[in-house]
């Protein structure tokens, strides 16, 4: 199949809100620094919800989503030297150039090289796509487009992993869970007999529970309007629930008068500007720090009192858990198969392409962490 066109199964989404289709999507053989990669499985992420409902201002129709994946290189374009085709890989939204101003600040994960391009969905070469069905281009998305049996992506946005991961399991690796862990160890860097607050307890508000557990957070309270997601959230380290629901009071009220004066460290992973305002406020005067995990729709703002941060609270963000992604997702494949960090826990569905719109239907339900899709 080297240097030849493919066809194969993708879920196109034509239009925002409408259900994707299943086709047969022509992918174009990798160009300089491209690699082509045959996508075993993928997970959905609330961020492929969120583009596909039009609310993202970076979404172009028609385009293939998907961003959570894990799969097998087939063939890499002129000058792709660190991948080779028969590599296991997982796909970085995230790209890792190590040559950009970001990459080489030291300060960041985020890398300049590749995102004017992935942010538009065409490769960098030659400001087009790969994907097309009978003629007409489909954009790329986030760079990865992993709603496909195959794809093409950027040198500088694969990871190579260790050959005998499991696939089903790591492609979580490649969003989610390292956006969670991440959150705590690189952007807040909880310490031990931290008070942590966490907003939202998904897969990355769980994995942020996983990841100040394992920092040596004293106390974890999960915060979800959804009281199912409390048992669940026990076995990731949660060790006290609030339900907004059950207060009169305003959120941020409730937690400052359960941990005098506030959280050490909150974190908001819903995409709700009104709970990261709730987060902010829910921090200790002087030095509570509040993450900023969730992504809110266009035209969403965030607002508090500076007085707020005059006295002492911080407002942060993170993007893939501040993760340098070709180094270290490596790292967290080595770190899953020595089991130091779950993975297998955060998948409640197992399903195949074809039925990638009730996989999307499930996650609105509540039940579902992660439903991963064999392709
Ligand atoms: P999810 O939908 O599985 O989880 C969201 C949780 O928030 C659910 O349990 C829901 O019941 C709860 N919730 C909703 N409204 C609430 C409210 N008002 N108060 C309390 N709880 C509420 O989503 P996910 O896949 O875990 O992703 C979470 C967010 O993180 C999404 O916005 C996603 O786009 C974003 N995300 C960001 C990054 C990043 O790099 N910054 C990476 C991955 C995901
Ligand atoms: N296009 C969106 C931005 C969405 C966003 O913030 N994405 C996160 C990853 S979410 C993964 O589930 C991110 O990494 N952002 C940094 C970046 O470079 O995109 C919008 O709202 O404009
Ligand atoms: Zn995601």
Known sequence: TQGRVITCKAAVAWEANKPLVI??????????GEVRIKILFTALCHTDAYTWSGKDPEGLFPCILGHEAAGIVESVGEGVTEVQPGDHVI???QAECRECKFCKSGKTNLCGK?????????????????????????????????????????????AKIHPQAPLEKVCLLGCGVPTGLGAVWNTAKVEAGSNVAIFGLGTVGLAVAEGAKTAGASRIIGV??????FDIAKKFGVNEFVNPKDHD?????VIVDLTDGGVDYSFECIGNVSVMRAALECCHKGWGTSVIVGVAASGQEISTRPFQLVTGRVWKGTAFGGFKSRSQVPWLVD?????????????????????????????????????????
């Open 249 to 253: 009071k305003p959120i941020q009220q």
């Open 335 to 375: 770190k899953y198969m020595n089991k130091e960090i779950k993975v297998d826990e955060y998948i409640t569905h197992t399903m195949t392409l074809e039925d990638i719109n009730k996989a999307f239907d499930l996650m609105h339900e509540g039940g579902c962490l992660r439903c991963v899709l064999a392709l």
């Open 224 to 229: 979800d309007i959804d009281s199912k997601k």
């Open 114 to 158: 590749v995102r004017l391009a992935t942010g538009v969905g065409v490769m960098l070469n030659d400001r087009k796509s790969r994907f097309s069905v009978n003629g007409k281009p489909i954009y790329h998305f986030m760079g990865t487009s992993t709603f496909s049996q195959y794809t093409v992506v950027h040198d500088v946005s694969v």
């Open 91 to 93: 796909p970085c939204y």
């Open 23 to 32: 086709e047969d999507v022509q992918v174009a053989p990798p160009q300089a």
